[in-house]
């Protein structure tokens, strides 16, 4: 069909992409920080890709670097329960009870912390000759109870963990994306938004497509190769 796979470079959401891609059979080159444990160095302070693994890389290149800092924050709720009012939105529910945030400081709090997964993209964008795309974060989903079948996720978290509001969830998605999209229009990035079929109609990650908790499933993934292929057959 092509030349060689495409290629795509991300942390944890890419496995659900690895899966979709192995369950069709379509050839797929996956390169998962998580199973690349020397794939990351610091260099004067700043995240960097590894030779080796800037070497492997080519265009078009599909990234999935970072993604889950809105989760980082707000998947669960705080200790002291937060909310926020985006301008942009003003009218979506603020939990009851919630301390608002102004959402200049979280959005603040947000990039501080995208800072290394942003300079992994510029390395790679600086490392191939070709377009590169930039995944756009799965939908939240509406799922609010904590997983019983998963113990990782309760050891991380604490047995006392609750999640927070999903409209919470959805702000914090928004102010992600949002500077996820203006970093790649500086950078030569192309943003790649969610597949349109994945929303329901609120806004919200389609049901039957949610994984563990911050995590689309395969069947998500499927979406996205799809539109991957759409992409590269265009």
């Excluded at 301008?87 to 102004?102: K, M, Y």
């Excluded at 609750?162 to 702000?171: A, N, Q, T």
Aim: hydrophobic share 45%; glycine share 8%.
């Amino acid at each position: 069909m092509f030349a060689a796979p495409p290629l795509c470079l991300g942390h944890s959401h890419s496995a659900s992409l690895q899966l979709a891609a192995e369950a069709a059979g379509t050839p797929l080159e996956v390169l998962n920080f998580w199973n690349l444990p020397f794939g990351v160095v610091t260099v004067d302070g700043h995240a960097r890709l590894a030779p080796e693994l800037r070497a492997r890389l080519r265009a078009p290149l599909f990234s999935l670097i970072g993604g889950q800092v809105h989760h980082d924050i707000g998947l669960v709720e705080h200790a002291r329960p937060f909310d926020l009012i985006l301008p942009e939105h003003p009218d979506w529910p603020v939990q009851p009870g919630a301390e608002i945030i102004p959402a200049d400081a979280v959005r603040a709090e947000i990039r501080a912390r995208m800072t290394p997964y942003l300079e992994l993209m510029d390395d790679a964008r600086a490392a191939i000759d070709g377009p590169m795309y930039q995944l756009q974060s799965p939908p939240i989903s509406t799922l609010d109870a904590v997983p019983t079948d998963d113990p990782g996720f309760v050891a991380f978290f604490g047995p006392d963990c609750r999640m927070s509001s999903p409209w919470l969830r959805r702000k914090l998605f928004t102010i992600h994306s949002d500077l996820v999209q203006a970093h790649c229009a500086q950078a030569g990035i192309t943003f790649l938004p969610c597949p349109a079929a994945a929303f329901d109609a609120d806004g919200f990650l389609r049901p039957g497509l949610n994984g563990t908790p911050g995590h689309a499933s395969p069947a998500y993934g499927a979406l996205q190769l799809r539109q991957i292929l759409a992409l590269l057959r265009a």
